[in-house]
């Protein structure tokens, strides 16, 4: 099993910054791809970002492009969502994935993803 721990949600302004964390502990894989996605609430969860495990891949929702940065260090098998410019209707509970085989790209579809974090709430006041 992998356990993934996401951090760095909270409460901001509109306009402001907030950095997500995840790390991945537990079994490992010799390489997997990385995504967060969202879900507000009585919304269906979304995709926002996603990295791919070599060459640092990113694919963005069209929502978030332009503010938002996925990043990853492989060493320390954390995965990085940089928001900035935020907005209102960013607020949502924020979930990191794992899509362990996948090694030059990333997924936007949930249903890829095999490990899931507990989520960190991020709320964006207007």
């Known amino acids: 099993q992998v356990q993934l721990v996401e951090s760095g949600g909270g409460l901001v302004q509109a306009g402001g910054s907030l950095r997500l964390s995840c790390t991945a502990s537990?079994?490992?894989?010799?390489?997997?791809?990385m995504g967060w996605f969202r879900q507000a609430p009585g919304k269906e969860r979304e995709f926002v970002a996603a990295i791919s495990w070599s060459d640092g891949n990113t694919y963005y929702a069209d929502s978030v492009k332009g503010r938002f940065t996925i990043s990853r260090d492989n060493a320390k098998t954390t995965v990085y969502l940089q928001m900035n410019s935020l907005k209102p209707e960013d607020t949502a509970v924020y979930y990191c994935?794992?899509?362990?085989?996948?090694?030059?790209?990333?997924?936007?579809?949930?249903?890829?993803?095999?490990?899931w974090g507990q989520g960190t709430q991020v709320t964006v006041s207007s």
């Open positions: 537990g079994r490992t894989f010799s390489y997997y791809a």
């Open positions: 994935a794992a899509d362990p085989g996948r090694r030059y790209t990333g997924s936007y579809y949930s249903s890829d993803y095999d490990y």
